[in-house]
């Protein structure tokens, strides 16, 4: 039985150190605060996804050193 309760507390730790996205850090320039417009922490796990893929998909671009015509 301890086991499970031991689990369940892990699972638990686990669930706030993942919580902790600021979206005030991730999106500086904005002039109002994100954490409070958007409070579902799925909505901001979304919101730091797009993010981070979005400089992934910039390197990408860059390294392809593409000229503009």
Do not use: C
Not at 13 to 25: H, M, P, T, W
Not at 46 to 63: A, G, H, M, P, T
Request: overall charge negative; aromatic content about 8%; cysteine-free.
């Amino acid at each position: 039985m301890e086991d499970k309760n031991d689990l369940v507390k892990g699972e638990d730790q686990g669930e706030k150190r993942r919580s902790g996205i600021d979206l005030n850090l991730i999106f500086p320039d904005k002039g109002y605060d994100l954490n409070r417009l958007f409070p579902d922490e799925e909505t901001k796990k979304l919101l730091y996804d797009l993010r981070r893929n979005k400089r992934e998909i910039d390197r990408f671009i860059k390294s392809l050193q593409i000229e503009e015509e």
